[in-house]
């Protein structure tokens, strides 16, 4: 889920009993793009036509920002 309202419907993917539920977070694509400017050009991850991050680019807030929130309904 990468977008707002940065919300998921896992009733389908739960079973009676214990469940366990993973978050995985990941930074911004624009953090990437920062942190792939400081790079050789062979070691980068990401390739654009026209750089338009460089070291300088100040980065975004990004991961988990707020509390993770199991909300349960009928």
Same mark, same amino acid.
């Given at each position: 889920?990468?977008?707002?309202?940065?919300?998921?419907?896992?009733?389908? %993917? %739960?079973?009676?009993?214990?469940?366990?539920?993973?978050?995985?977070?990941?930074?911004?694509?624009?953090?990437?793009?920062?942190?792939?400017?400081? %790079?050789?050009?062979?070691?980068?991850?990401?390739?654009?036509?026209?750089?338009?991050?460089?070291?300088?680019?100040? %980065?975004?807030?990004?991961?988990?920002?707020?509390?993770?929130?199991?909300?349960?309904?009928?």
């Amino acid at each position: 889920v990468w977008t707002a309202p940065y919300t998921i419907d896992v009733t389908d %993917l %739960l079973k009676k009993g214990k469940n366990e539920i993973e978050v995985e977070v990941v930074t911004t694509w624009v953090n990437r793009l920062v942190a792939d400017s400081q %790079l050789s050009d062979d070691e980068r991850e990401t390739w654009l036509y026209y750089r338009t991050h460089n070291k300088n680019t100040p %980065l975004h807030s990004s991961g988990l920002l707020e509390d993770v929130k199991i909300l349960v309904g009928k």
